[in-house]
């Protein structure tokens, strides 16, 4: 079985400051790691993957995750947080070898305050 | 490369009523899920057709079916409305070594 949590539903931050956005999983074997965003009434834009290798991967928008073997995190980081980065992030993880399907996280809501 | 495209972008149905819903894959993509999105449960996964034949499904009751066509186009099709179905209808194709799966913009359906 395979599981995300995003532990926060809802994380407040200024525009400038550096944004995280938390992501825990769990799964059998090595895993496959998804960040995607979407923004109101639209579909889900993918911003990044970790497959394998450097655990620091950069994605889309000057958006990074951090791959964190030992914790099971993922965690999406950007250094300097921008009112247009306002919207719903989600997690995604599925086993490498296992199912084609992710299994996504709740989402949590970014809003940055100008 | 075109995006996933998915018609309508939305819809207004009564209860009882039959709906289908279109997806366009990205070229070369022969994966096509459906998620049904809505504020309380989230993303939640309908199921999953490659080359013609549905090769996962979730948890949804028989209302709900798909098919897809030989050129990779998926139908969705959801019968006897009810009002708890109005929900953001979500596609996505997938494809290549890792199966990162690609969203279309989805289809807002209402049931009223």
């Known amino acids: 079985a395979q599981s995300v949590a995003q532990p926060e539903d809802q994380v407040n931050v200024a525009e400038g400051n550096p944004l995280t956005v938390k992501c825990t999983y769990s799964v059998s074997g090595n895993p496959y790691l998804f960040w995607y965003v979407q923004y109101p009434n639209r579909g889900l834009q993918f911003l990044l993957k970790y497959i394998t290798g450097d655990n620091l991967v950069k994605g889309s928008y000057g958006f990074e995750a951090e791959f964190n073997k030992s914790q099971t995190s993922f965690h999406l980081k950007k250094p300097s947080a921008l009112v247009s980065d306002s919207a719903l992030y989600f997690c995604a993880v599925r086993a490498a070898g296992g199912s084609y399907i992710p299994t996504f996280g709740r989402g949590t809501s970014l809003i940055v305050h100008p | 490369k075109a995006g996933v495209t998915q018609t309508p972008r939305y819809l207004i149905k009564t209860r009882g009523q039959q709906v289908t819903l279109s997806c366009s894959p990205i070229?070369?993509?022969?994966?096509v899920s459906w998620y049904q999105q809505t504020p309380g449960q989230g993303l939640q996964f309908l199921f999953e057709?490659?080359?013609?034949?549905?090769?996962n499904k979730g948890n949804f009751p028989g209302r709900f079916s798909g098919r897809q066509f030989s050129n990779s186009r998926s139908e969705m099709n959801v019968s006897t409305l009810e009002l708890g179905d109005s929900a953001l209808y979500l596609c996505?194709?997938?494809?290549?070594?890792?199966?990162?799966?690609?969203f279309g913009p989805g289809t807002r359906l209402t049931v009223l």
């Open positions: 070229s070369g993509h022969r994966s």
């Open positions: 996505a194709s997938s494809g290549g070594e890792y199966n990162e799966q690609f």
């Open positions: 057709y490659f080359s013609e034949t549905q090769r």
